[in-house]
């Protein structure tokens, strides 16, 4: 029946060859195969753009207007096909903004809970603030001992300097009698004469009386004039066998002792993107730029004169002639000396500035820091903020200490708790913290259940999701931009699952990116949930453990690229494995599989890499050796501190000792062995460019010895081209309709934007004249749209160009075609570019590589080609350094570092650290457990 399944017929969009496939509804269905097989092609480019292009068909003509025209796939049909959601690896975007709370919409709901049931404190001395009115105040006075003694005050002056002449006159004109003047009795007939130059207290006494029932109204009415004459405030003192014993009350939210009044809490003041919530210093950033010493000095062995002070380049004019002469008689050093040799006194006046004596102003010195921070906040020129930045580094903001919230707002509690101190939690924490929140009923103290329990309902479910997809190591304050790509859209599954929609299509591209084996089990078993409420689940995946757990497996194949585009086997995972000419089968039923390494390299204990005393974010002193000349990885669960290791320390200490990078390590205390290397190289999956119009023949240096080529054609030398005609870049032989992008952008205002092919050039990117030039038939159009395979072909003889395709080949991309846009390459790839554009060069045999989970989005057969690389760079005498959760590369590593026990504050340690085979024999090593099961 076509109710029960989606059903595609003759899918033809990219490399797929007319492909048909029955995908079950209400089933987890999983689409696998080699890289670049056609899996994305079919379910996010067929599938899931007949969806959306659907949905906007069937809106109003009026919307339809501003969203552009979408293409319809190239597919015969599709039936069956329910609203479909794709969940991708899109970093979770570049808002400093933006954070896992807002993303996740919980601090939304954090907001309005802090605003209805939290309690306020003064900013100030912190005690708590409340807000009562004249009969709350009575009832509270009229509790206490009957009989007891009682003056009600208006408290008028609070610590202020004065006379106050004419207040006296006021209160004896509206009938008051008496006064307390600092702490004395005073008849208001003859008021005394102050010291202007001293701060006083003075209250009018309003009435006095004993506590009685029967005297209610009376002491009513008291409090109401108290409070209308004092603004809002009145004192009640209590007489207690002769001791006064006064109490203030309000009936703003204000701080009686403090005098500040604090405003109607409402959810914006718990905002850190309005003006009523955010932190003023920082404009509820949590973080503010300050000039860094490290950033600002140059090499230390030449002077102030030679330039060592970057900002300032050599100086010259003004500076030189009257500033830094008179610096020098004033802080007794010569110009002419190199900064490493000046006294640690002179070095720290000259950054942080001289101290002032008194009466010496003119002569004071502001620093070098001060003088970079105090140009970055005063200029209007974006060209000279973006050159100061340079010499600055990102700091939490001292004002909030990177809460971005306002004092009045972080002075709101519940449970001991501002909102600042919750979002700190790890998700885990918050949501014990969240269960743990009490509320009223049945003689308990607590928050209103009325307003406070569907809140809490929502935030603890939503939190128990994150929990649920393993990202139980997250705070709700971390920035969204700081997320891997894995992390990203484990999130955004997090927010749909909240969403409870039923019968509904996600299509999701593997999720289990970036998560450690121990952790899958708790992503299968939500992609399950979601499954259960009634909706179809469609994962492209390479991960064994969600492909054995599928109720439908699609494989696409055989080949990638032209030789893929075929379903191979279609069925139960059963089914699937019989299938003998399925490369996935074949690995699944352990016919085919990545052999260990016979022999480890041997560790040399003489060279080795040393990082000692990392403490930067959850790393807990940790002291890690990475052994140079072999195959490394950095194992543990998420979150437990593998990039901060080896990303944010090592690689950034790395990059300023040998490129002078502009940019500041983790904290740690040094790092030794440095003189073993020479270089260091980070292949991150970072794209390889933000536009259609990066793409990897640009990327890896192939695109300039083409367009050489080109240029040397008899009819180029004809009409006089050079290489730059051929350049999509620049003037001259481009599509000016779209500029060389091959591609319009159509924003589409509420949905992501959509790129239509030009109409002009057809997508060429070239104008025609620049065409009409041919190598061997092919246009430069036609060039850039072959794949790298087909390309080895043609450029054979042409040793430059053919020497960048072979390795792009050997990583295993011989499918994306030259002229790929960069938009549309998956982090893996993108990875696998940079890596090739690295071995494309020389390597010294003394360059440490560091790799981010190179196997993303990998086949078996992919990490098996991807690991024989590796391998031999590592045989040429070079390190590689990598990341990673896949075991098929951990198995064959000669040394692991594994991070844990567990994530976020519960990980910064190093829990096993050796060969494979030692790491398996620690009992308390997560990756150890597992790798077992494989050695």
Known sequence: MPGDALIVRGAREHNLKNVSVTIPRDKLTVITGLSGSGKSSLAFDT????????????????????????????????????PAISIEQKTAGANPRSTVGTVTEIYDYLRLLYARAGTPHCPNCGRPVARQSAGQIADIVLAWPAGTKLEVLAPLV???????????????????????????????????????????????VVDR??????????????????????????????????????????????????????????????SFNSPFGACPECSGLGTKRTASPELVLGDPSISILEGVILPWGEPDGYLRRVILPGLAKQLKFELNTPWGQLPDRVKFELLFGSAKKKGDDAARWEGILSNVQRRYNETTSDTIRQELEAYMVVGVCPACSGRRLKPDSLSVTINDKNIGAFTELSTRDALAFAESVPVRGNGRPGLDPGVAGPILKEVRERLRFLVDVGLDYLTLDRSAESLSGGEAQRIRLATQIGSRLVGVLYILDEPSIGLHQRDNARLLETLKRLRDLGNTVLVVEHDEETILEADHLIDLGPGAGKHGGEVIAEGTVSEVKKVASSITAQYLTGKKKIERREGRRPVDKARMLRVEGA?????????????????????????????????DILQKTLSRHFFRARVVPGAHERITGLEHLDKVIDIDQTPIGRT?????????????????????????????????????????????????DGLVKIEMHFLPDV???????????????????????????????????????????????????????????????????????SGGEAQRVKLATELARRDTGRTLYILDEPTTGLHFEDVRVLLDVLHQLVDRGNTVLVIEHNLDVIKTADWIVDLGPEGGSGGGQIVAAGTPEDVAKVKASHTGHYLKKVL
């Open 615 to 647: 403490k930067e974010h959850n790393l807990r002193n940790v002291t890690a050796e990475f052994p140079l000349g072999c195959f490394v990885a950095v194992t543990g669960v998420s979150g437990s501190g593998k990039s901060t290791l080896v990303e």
């Open 209 to 270: 009386l004993a506590v009685r029932a029967e005297d209610r109204n009376r002491l009513s009415d008291s409090i109401e004039t108290a409070l209308r004459l004092a603004e809002g405030l009145v004192e009640v003192v209590k007489h207690d066998g002769g001791k006064r014993a006064p109490q203030l009350f309000s009936e703003k939210y204000g701080c009686p002792d403090c005098g500040i009044s604090l405003p109607e809490l409402e959810p914006r003041h718990f």
């Open 47 to 82: 599938i899931f753009a007949e969806g959306q292009r659907r949905y906007v068909e069937s809106l109003s003509a009026y919307a339809r207007q501003f969203l552009g025209l979408m293409e319809k796939p190239d597919v015969d049909v599709i039936e069956g096909l329910s």
């Open 692 to 740: 259609p119009r990066s793409n990897p023949a640009t990327y890896t240096g192939l695109f300039t010895p083409i367009r050489e080529l080109f240029a040397e054609m008899p009819e180029a030398k004809l009409r006089g081209y050079g290489p730059g005609r051929f350049s999509f870049n620049v003037k001259g032989g481009r599509c000016e309709a779209c500029q060389g």
């Open 755 to 825: 790129y239509v092919t030009c109409e002009q050039c057809r997508g060429k990117r070239y104008n025609r004249e620049t065409l009409d030039v041919k190598f061997r038939g092919l246009s430069i159009s036609e060039v850039l749209e072959l794949t790298v395979e087909d390309a080895l072909q043609l450029f054979e003889n042409q040793p430059r160009i053919h020497h960048k395709l072979q390795v792009l080949n050997d990583v295993g991309l011989g499918y994306i075609h030259l002229g790929q846009s960069a938009t549309t390459l």
């Open 158 to 204: 609070r610590g202020r300097k004065g006379e106050f002449r004419d207040l006296f006159e006021d209160a004896r004109k509206q009938g008051f009698v008496r006064a307390i003047v600092d702490g004395e009795l005073i008849e208001l007939a003859e008021p005394p004469k102050l010291n202007r130059k001293v701060n006083h207290d003075i209250s009018v």
